[in-house]
């Protein structure tokens, strides 16, 4: 658990940076850019290994990203190699991005669909979500062929269950119910 408080501080740390300077999108792009650099292998063993000292971390990191993000970015990843908390980085970026979300208004939704939905259907279930929570939808999608037909959302604490598992379940029960 310690991870998960950890990333979510330093992302709440960072978003308070890019709220007050003005630089929500550059953050992101930002955090964006620190994951996809330590998904080099070459970089990412270099910035967990502790025979490296924080002073060389340090160095290759500003030699590295300088150019790509700014000198806050850099810092960030320099302060959390010099705590062998790099792997953190991924995670801080998502609670950022959810943080953003937030700060913008946009509910997270998780559509889960026994097929794939093609750019109709989804375009659809985006625009029944928006009005039923009543803020922009940011979804994502998962396909679980458990699910049978229709779909389940899940918005906040909210679930919309279309499923056609759910009503063959709840038919069910109902038959059942009447035997008794």
């Not at 940011?138 to 604490?157: S, W, Y």
Request: net charge negative; hydrophobic share 45%.
């Amino acid at each position: 658990m310690p991870r998960a408080g950890s990333a979510r501080r330093y992302a709440q740390a960072v978003f308070q940076i890019a709220v007050e300077s003005d630089e929500l999108d550059v953050w992101l792009e930002d955090l964006s850019l620190l994951v996809r650099a330590l998904e080099s292998d070459e970089l990412s063993r270099f910035l967990d290994a502790a025979e490296a000292s924080a002073a060389q971390k340090t160095e290759v990191i500003r030699t590295t990203l300088s150019q790509s993000v700014g000198p806050l970015a850099v810092n960030l990843l320099a302060l959390l190699s010099s705590r062998n908390l790099t792997h953190l980085v991924s995670d801080v970026a998502d609670r950022y991005e959810l943080l953003l979300d937030a700060h913008r208004g946009i509910e997270r939704a998780e559509v889960v669909s026994a097929v794939p939905l093609d750019d109709e259907q989804r375009q659809r279930v985006e625009e029944l979500l928006k009005v039923v929570v009543g803020k922009d939808v940011r979804m994502t999608e998962r396909v679980d062929p458990a699910v049978i037909g229709g779909l389940v959302a899940r918005v906040g604490d909210r679930v919309i269950d279309g499923s056609t598992r759910t009503k063959l379940s709840a038919m069910r029960r109902d038959l059942v119910d009447r035997r008794s």
